[in-house]
Nanobody
């Protein structure tokens, strides 16, 4: 059974940093693409960043480029999202997700989310 468990959210002032973690279990994820998404109240879920576990190719939404960094720790089977220079508009529920090759269509597995709140 695949499980994705997010942690690391919290309350931070604008300009601050947070690091989100996503602990993945239940199978080998080396052939997966891992993604971070977020959803603010009354808004649609939006893509934030993704990484191919094998090879390390990364993808970012324009709104977070240069501020957020996605990475993996193979030994811990964990995906990270380092978030710097946070803005109030980054406040949202952040979700971790996993997608199998050939990386088409929607993501196959989702976590429960971790809340990020950025105060001005």
């Amino acid at each position: 059974q695949v499980q994705l468990v997010e942690s690391g959210g919290g309350l931070v002032q604008a300009g601050g940093s947070l690091r989100l973690s996503c602990a993945a279990s239940g199978r080998t994820f080396s052939s997966y693409r891992m993604g971070w998404f977020r959803q603010a109240p009354e808004k649609e879920r939006e893509f934030v960043a993704a990484i191919n576990w094998s090879g390390g190719t990364t993808y970012y939404a324009d709104s977070v480029k240069g501020r957020f960094t996605i990475s993996t720790d193979n030994a811990k089977n964990t995906v990270y999202l380092q978030m710097n220079s946070l803005k109030p508009e980054d406040s949202a529920l952040y979700y971790c997700a996993a997608k199998r090759r050939p990386f088409v269509g929607t993501y196959d597995y989702w976590g429960q989310g971790t809340q990020v709140t950025v105060s001005s």
